[in-house]
């Protein structure tokens, strides 16, 4: 059995979803501790029981420690197929936090996964579902990784309710990825959407946006940019938000997002995104800081030596990098720093190699 300190690194939910990713990928249990033991609310909450709950039941793992507030538990995965199915997360959890946890087994079941996911697709501290769908679904592609992402209905906190449908199509390994600084920027695009508010709010999230990238010397005067205003949708919760992408030059994408608040000028939701994209664009990284984090088990999966060039060593991105070691026996070596622009390299394992 694996052991995993739920205390290292960030110390959050990043390292129950990774390691239970790991694990059920793997067919190897693991006991996990600590689980967010120095956060205000130490251990499972909700959100992460869900995840817990959907792997289980999917792979028809063994579960201990199971409920609110445990900080601890052990999973035994007993490599049970997964069924197509519609996962109800309840509320506004996050779908794209659940995505991270069971994708890595669902591309790898030998058979195309169809899911139904209900719950939260534009929430606080996870990537809203069009980041996925513009920037992680293209940079997977490159590794051999192919999903469908379908946006039925949009979910705001705190009652959630949207819908992704997703198809992931069966892989039998992962191509390595190499992406490293980039020299010209082809074209920035984004969408800018809301649910339950007038349409002039999409529209003020947009026109700031492309105002701000339009006024920074980092985007050239002639570089095409392309923001599709959606009209508002109904919603179980209110919310507006923008995600913005930069196509870059030698297979680099980076992307950066932000979400409406009550108070807060819709302006300001536009130019934050705009300012954030900009600032990684700075470094010339041709992957962004939320995408390396993701990368990083996929990467330690891949059939060769990957290197990216990420515009932010993340202390996430650290913490991801010491549970895949542990599961995958595999070593990144990094050149840069915590919260520098950094190089990130491994020589990754064959998953037929490890199962």
Known sequence: MIEIDGSIGEGGGQILRTSLALSTLLNKPV?????????????????????????????????????EG?????????????????????????????LQAITPYCIFTGSPVKL???????????????????????????????????????????????????????????????????????????????????SHVVKRQADSAEKTLKESNLIPYNTP?????????????????????AELDRD????????????????????????SLLLQLKTKAGVDYHMCDMLIPYLGLASGLSKIYTSNMTLHTVTNIMIVEKFLNVKFNVTGGLNKPSYIQVEGKNITQLR
């Not at 992402?149 to 069966?170: A, E, M, Q, S, T």
């Not at 919603?235 to 913005?244: D, E, F, N, Q, R």
């Open 31 to 67: 006991r996990i501790y600590n689980i967010r033991i120095n956060r205000p609310n130490p251990g499972l909450r909700p959100q992460h029981m869900a995840s817990v709950k959907v792997l289980s039941e999917l792979t028809e793992a063994e579960v201990k420690g199971l409920n």
């Open 252 to 275: 680099g994408l980076i992307g950066a997002d932000s979400l409406g608040e009550k108070g807060i000028p819709a302006e300001r939701v536009g130019e934050s995104a705009a300012n």
């Open 116 to 198: 139904r996911i209900i719950g939260g697709t534009d929430v606080k501290w996870s990537p809203p579902v069009d980041y996925i769908k513009y920037v992680t679904v293209p940079l997977f592609r490159k590794m051999g990784i192919k999903i469908d992402v379908n946006l039925i209905k949009r979910g705001f906190y705190p009652k959630g309710g949207g819908i992704v449908d997703l198809i992931f199509h069966p892989c039998d390994e992962l191509t390595p990825l190499q992406i490293g600084e980039q020299s010209k920027i082809l074209h920035v695009k984004g969408v800018s959407y809301a649910a339950n508010l007038p």
């Open 225 to 245: 940019i392309n923001l599709i205003q959606e009209e508002p949708v109904a919603a179980l919760s209110p919310g507006s938000g923008i995600v913005l992408y």
């Open 70 to 98: 445990s900080t601890e538990l052990v999973f035994s995965p007993k490599g049970g197929r997964v069924k197509n199915t519609v996962i109800d997360i309840g509320t506004a959890g996050s779908v794209t936090l659940l």
